[in-house]
């Protein structure tokens, strides 16, 4: 089984910022593309930005160039750097990795994973 944790939420005001981090724990042979996706309440969830293994990044255009993503592969890790935060930005954060693992078979298997997620406030 593989886990994914999510910290650095909080509440903000506009214009701050605020620090997101994603740690994978588990049964991990290899996580592939990482990425982080919020959801606001009576919305569905969007994305926000992902990132590969090699460090190849895409972003929701509501937040290119104010958020970035980056990512730790030795720590199995994903970060999301917030900045010029809106009221518009708030949401509940969520985690979300491509991960192969070994079943009990011994198959390889891929399969992608979320975190219980994390709330960002921004206040106006």
């Known amino acids: 089984q593989v886990q994914l944790v999510e910290s650095g939420g909080g509440l903000v005001q506009a214009g701050g910022s605020l620090r997101l981090s994603c740690a994978a724990s588990g049964s991990i042979i290899r996580i592939n593309a990482m990425g982080w996706y919020r959801q606001a309440p009576g919305k569905q969830r969007e994305l926000v930005a992902t990132?590969?293994?090699?460090?190849?990044?895409n972003y929701a255009d509501v937040v290119k160039g104010r958020f970035t993503i980056s990512r730790d592969n030795a720590k199995n890790t994903v970060y999301l750097q917030m900045n010029s935060l809106k009221p518009e930005d708030t949401a509940v954060y969520y985690c979300?990795?491509?991960?192969?693992?070994?079943?009990?078979?011994?198959?390889?298997?891929?399969?992608?994973?979320w975190g219980p997620g994390t709330q960002v406030t921004v206040s106006s």
């Open positions: 979300n990795a491509e991960v192969d693992v070994f079943l009990a078979t011994g198959r390889l298997s891929r399969d992608y994973y």
């Open positions: 990132i590969t293994r090699g460090g190849t990044t």
